[in-house]
T-cell receptor, first 110, second 115 residues
Framework: QQQVKQSPQSLIVQKGGISIINCAYE??????FPWYQQFPGKGPALLIA?????SEKKEGRFTISFNKSAKQFSLHIMDSQPGDSATYFC?????????FGTGTRLQVFP | NAGVMQNPRHLVRRRGQEARLRCSPM?????VYWYRQLPEEGLKFMVY????????ESGMPKERFSAEFPKEGPSILRIQQVVRGDSAAYFC?????????????FGPGTRLTVL
């Protein structure tokens, strides 16, 4: 099964700082790269997504940067807030299924 | 518009019993996906169904697991003769017929504990 490798496994950021989570993929046929946010005891919720024909997408404090040649994409959370504390998953579609990264547990301290 | 609904939210079974997990997709969605999440891990695809059809079950264990999505009613993930290793959170996602994999919306999950 094609993999999506995510790092770091955990991240601690001070309030107001920038959180950066990275993912690398293998299959160049992937054409859609979503990020999901999951709070404890909840299901994953789509946060932001990008297609490989653009290098960056920004929605509020969340930005996806995409490097097609390196087969990498990353999530940047600007001005991180304690309410952003959650687990973040990158994903990529493989035919009819989503392949998820292993997740990054983000903790934002006041 | 209600989101994806799953029940029960928590399910406790003893080894050897059967577990039935239900998923009602969002209104207007005809595609259902089941994923399993082990503690401290990402979600792993299990099965993709459309009404009355299993489209892709490549992630389903070959034994004890089955899934259906009948013409009427919710999708059911059934685990027979549960073992401790089946303890996990099981998430259902749905998408509209034209949306594809990129528009999956997830339910709150069913947390299965096998004693």
């Amino acid at each position: 099964q094609q993999q999506v490798k995510q790092s770091p496994q955990s991240l601690i950021v001070q309030k107001g700082g920038i959180s950066i989570i990275n993912c690398a993929y293998e299959n160049t046929a992937f054409d859609y790269f979503p990020w999901y946010q999951q709070f404890p005891g909840k299901g994953p919720a789509l946060l932001i997504a990008i297609r490989p024909d653009v290098s960056e997408k920004k929605e509020g404090r969340f930005t996806i940067s995409f490097n097609k040649s390196a087969k990498q994409f990353s999530l940047h959370i600007m001005d991180s807030q304690p309410g952003d504390s959650a687990t973040y998953f990158c994903a990529a579609p493989n035919a009819d299924k989503l392949i998820f990264g292993t997740g990054t547990r983000l903790q934002v301290f006041p | 518009n209600a989101g994806v609904m799953q029940n029960p939210r928590h399910l406790v079974r003893r080894r050897g019993q059967e577990a039935r997990l239900r998923c009602s997709p969002m209104k207007g969605h005809s595609h259902v996906y089941w994923y399993r999440q082990l503690p401290e891990e990402g979600l792993k695809f299990m099965v993709y169904l459309q009404k009355e059809n299993i489209i892709d079950e490549s992630g389903m264990p070959k034994e004890r697991f089955s899934a259906e999505f009948p013409k009427e009613g919710p999708s059911i993930l059934r685990i027979q003769q549960v073992v401790r290793g089946d303890s996990a959170a099981y998430f259902c996602a749905s998408s509209p017929s034209t949306g594809g994999v990129g528009t999956q919306y997830f339910g709150p999950g069913t947390r299965l504990t096998v004693l």
